[in-house]
């Protein structure tokens, strides 16, 4: 089972997410855009860590619904 995050993480994550500042899947590169403007380094680091977790599976969802898109439509067979 997954750790639980505190709700302040999480609260603190979808504001920054909103402000269009470009995070990326890598939790070193979150960690240096957030720099000094987190309280302190272990909040910066959960917060990055929970931003490149949020981006990874986003990438995932897009990607598995593009494959889902570019798949053709399989009619179902009626029995008769």
């Known amino acids: 089972m997954g750790r639980i995050k505190q709700q302040m993480v999480k609260r603190t994550t979808k ?10 899947e890598n939790f070193n590169d979150d960690k240096k855009i957030l ?3 987190m309280p302190s380094k272990k909040v910066r ?3 990055a860590g929970y931003i490149a977790r949020l ?3 986003e990438r ?18 009626q029995a008769e």
């Open 15 to 24: 504001e920054l997410m909103r402000k269009d500042i470009l995070f990326s």
């Open 35 to 37: 720099g000094s403007t």
């Open 60 to 77: 995932i969802t897009k990607e598995a619904e593009a494959l889902r898109a570019s798949q053709p439509q399989n009619p179902q067979i």
């Open 45 to 47: 680091n959960k917060i």
């Open 55 to 57: 981006k990874k599976m």
